[in-house]
Structures are given as structure tokens and as C-alpha cells.
């Protein structure tokens, strides 16, 4: 899997990081950014979860 960053809805709140810091960053202005391209099979759930609790549903799941 994959996931998108929507960089106009982003507010790097980093609930993301927090959830996966081996997966997501945040840039030098704040935005999320994927470490990861394509997300490793055994790291799929956290991801689910980091999509899931975005706050600006700015992360989506692209297969």
C-alpha cells in the first residue's frame, strides 16, 4: 500500500509520527511526508491507524 499526503489539509499536528515515526516525518514547513514507498506489509496496520486518527483527514491510503 501506499499513502497521500494531502498537503492542503495537513496541519502537522504529527499524530501520525507519533503513531508511526518509522513511516512519517514532518517536512521543514510542518507538512507530513511518507518514509516509507510503499508501506512494508507489517507495518500496513499502523498505518491504517495513523490515516484513521488524522484529525484533518489528510492522509488517505492509495493500493
Given at each position: 500500500m501506499r499513502v497521500h499526503v494531502d498537503r492542503d489539509r495537513c496541519e502537522g499536528n504529527?499524530?501520525?509520527?507519533?503513531?508511526?515515526?518509522?513511516?512519517?516525518?514532518?517536512d521543514d514547513d510542518d507538512y507530513a511526508v511518507v518514509l516509507i514507498d510503499p508501506v512494508p506489509a507489517d507495518a500496513e496496520e499502523r498505518a491504517e491507524r495513523a490515516i484513521a486518527d488524522c484529525p484533518r483527514a489528510a492522509l488517505s491510503r492509495q493500493d
Open positions: 504529527a499524530i501520525c509520527v507519533g503513531i508511526a515515526p518509522d513511516l512519517f516525518e514532518l
